[in-house]
């Protein structure tokens, strides 16, 4: 098979352009790599590619999963699996684009601990932490054990931060662990915009100014319409402040400021997640990175 060709980095840095001029130079199609993308429904905070964003490319997991449904890194994982090898056996290029780097890793890596380091009466301990003395306390307590999977994840983000310390618990070695020792499931390229801390900023402060602009706060609340507050879909940036604004009677200008602070520190994660990713190669931000890329992936 063809190698895959990667395309990662921060939110906000035009992952989704660069994937799909790339894809349309090899002959490739894209795989979303996106938590949220795969939800139908979550478009404006979402910055969902719309079809003329996506320019005639195939675009895979994306709108695969109800609002109301629990999308797993597992459930990501077959699917994408699905696609690679789908494309793949049309003698094409998949195109992994996103930011999720979960989700990435369950493509292109094995894991490491799989089903041997699980037990539900562990998960089940903390989440009773979680519910009892807060998602902080919980990050808290992974902090202690495993400051590197602590870096990339955030107090809200409850889930894996159970599963890591599940994982400690078990096994007695760090999640964090797993990514110095992973083995690739595929040859690979991977590639993201390096840009100066303060641009990315603007990008960021950019794209959430956008999305209030464009309706994010009427979106939120058509979803509310049939959507649990607690659904796992809203407990991401851009929908849980909405949500609390609704709540509290924030006005939009006191939901954006919040947004985008949130938005930022967490590209400060994927930036602290995508440094230990082998194969990655940081570009320049500039019209010749289609060409950079290619030229790299085809040497």
Request: net charge neutral; aromatic share 8%.
């Amino acid at each position: 098979m063809k190698k895959l060709l990667v395309i990662c980095g921060a939110t906000a840095s035009g992952k989704t352009s660069l994937a799909v001029k790339c894809a349309k130079r090899l002959n490739g199609e894209v795989i979303s790599c996106d938590a949220l993308l795969v939800y139908r429904g979550l478009n404006i905070g979402t910055a969902k590619p719309t079809r003329e964003e996506m320019g005639g490319i195939p675009h895979h997991l994306i709108d695969v999963a109800d609002p109301t449904d629990g999308f797993t890194v597992h459930d990501f994982e077959r699917l994408a699996l699905d696609a690679v090898a789908d494309i793949s056996a049309r003698g094409k290029v998949p195109v992994l684009c996103g930011g999720t780097g979960f989700y990435l890793n369950a493509v292109l890596f094995q894991s490491g601990f799989g089903n041997a380091a699980a037990d539900e009466g562990v998960r089940a301990k903390y989440n009773a932490i979680a519910a009892e003395k807060g998602k902080e306390y919980l990050h808290g307590l992974l902090q202690e054990v495993d400051a590197e999977s602590a870096a990339v994840l955030h107090p809200n983000d409850v889930k894996r931060v159970v599963r890591a310390l599940e994982i400690y618990e078990l096994t007695g070695k760090k999640k964090s662990d797993q990514q110095d020792g992973r083995v690739p499931r595929f040859p690979y390229e991977a590639f993201a915009f390096d840009y100066p801390r303060e641009v990315l900023y603007e990008r960021i402060d950019r794209r959430a100014a956008q999305m209030f602009e464009e309706g994010l706060v009427e979106e939120v609340r058509g979803l509310l319409a049939s959507v649990p507050e607690n659904a796992q879909c809203m407990q991401a940036i851009g929908y849980k402040e909405v949500v609390e604004g609704l709540k509290n009677g924030d006005n939009q200008s006191t939901m954006r400021d919040i947004v985008q602070k949130n938005t930022r520190n967490y590209a400060k994660r994927q930036l602290t997640f995508f440094k230990k990713l082998p194969n990655l190669h940081w570009l320049t931000p500039s019209d010749a990175a289609v060409e950079e890329v290619i030229k790299i992936y085809d040497r």
